[in-house]
Nanobody
């Protein structure tokens, strides 16, 4: 069962903005550290941004100054705001959580969503 669902991917022009969302399923009561990754065709998966449950963030150098990660713990949702998009940002974006607490009290580790496509046209 998929515990994380990404949304918000789209086709956008260079310089545009998108906000991606990573929402936990209704069977999840808490999500902890969440990472956004991306993978372009022919490339390895690349870490983009990280946020802890307490809100500490790390933005990787490749997107620093353009991307922001945030979260709404009440809604079990993490966001990735992407500004000043470039064609090289084109990729499938995935969210991942190091651990999830489910509504039945069990823990799930290393959960991944199915990805959302971001395409930036030049």
């Amino acid at each position: 069962q998929v515990q994380l669902v990404e949304s918000g991917g789209a086709l956008v022009q260079t310089g545009g903005s998108l906000r991606l969302a990573c929402a936990a399923s209704s069977t999840v009561s808490q999500i902890y550290t969440v990472m956004w990754y991306r993978q372009a065709p022919g490339n390895q998966r690349e870490l983009v941004a990280t946020i802890t449950r307490g809100g500490i963030t790390v933005i990787e150098d490749s997107v620093k100054g353009r991307f922001t990660i945030s979260r709404d713990n009440a809604k079990n949702t993490v966001f990735l705001l992407m500004n000043a998009l470039k064609p090289e940002d084109t990729a499938v974006y995935y969210c991942s959580s190091d651990r999830l607490l489910t509504t039945n009290g069990s823990w799930l580790f290393d959960s991944w969503g199915q990805g959302t496509q971001v395409t930036v046209s030049s």
